[in-house]
C-alpha cells in the first residue's frame, strides 16, 4: 500500500515537474492579441522576459482607434512595464502591481490573462 501511495505521489510531481518546465521555456517571448469592439479597435504586445529566480519582467504596448460615428479615430499607444512572479507550483505567473494572473499553454501556443487571449509569436 505504502508503495503505491509513493508510486502515484513521485509520477505527480514528475508530470507537474515537466509541465513547470515548459512554462518556464515557453513564457519569455513576445504575445500579441488583436481585439475589436462597439468602440474600439486595438492590438495588444507583451514582451516577456526571464529575471533572476522566479522573476519576469513584461513591456505591454498597446496600439487602439477609437470608432466614432462608425468611423476609425487616430492611432493612439499606451506603454506599461509589469513585474512578475512564477509559481512553480502551479504553473501560474502573477504581475506584482494589479494582481493579474497570467495562465500559460505551451502546448497550443498562447497564454490567457483573464478572458484575453494572447498567442506566442515564433
Not at 504575445?31 to 468602440?39: Q, R
Not at 507583451?46 to 529575471?51: E, F, N, P, R
Not at 529566480?53 to 468611423?71: D, E, M, P, S, V
Not at 512572479?85 to 494589479?98: I, N, Q, S
Amino acid at each position: 500500500m505504502k508503495r503505491t501511495i509513493v508510486l502515484v505521489l513521485l509520477c505527480t510531481g514528475l508530470m507537474v515537474a515537466c509541465k513547470t518546465d515548459q512554462v518556464r521555456d515557453f513564457a519569455p517571448g513576445i504575445f500579441v492579441n488583436h481585439s475589436k469592439g462597439a468602440l474600439s479597435v486595438a492590438i495588444d504586445t507583451l514582451v516577456i522576459s526571464a529575471q533572476e529566480g522566479h522573476n519576469f519582467k513584461a513591456q505591454r504596448r498597446t496600439r487602439f482607434r477609437l470608432i466614432r460615428g462608425g468611423k476609425l479615430g487616430k492611432k493612439q499607444s499606451e506603454r506599461e512595464e509589469w513585474s512578475m512572479v512564477y509559481d512553480e507550483g502551479t504553473g501560474l505567473m502573477r504581475e506584482l502591481r494589479k494582481g493579474r494572473l497570467l495562465i500559460f499553454y505551451p502546448d497550443s501556443g498562447f497564454l490567457l490573462i483573464g478572458s484575453r487571449k494572447y498567442s506566442k509569436l515564433e
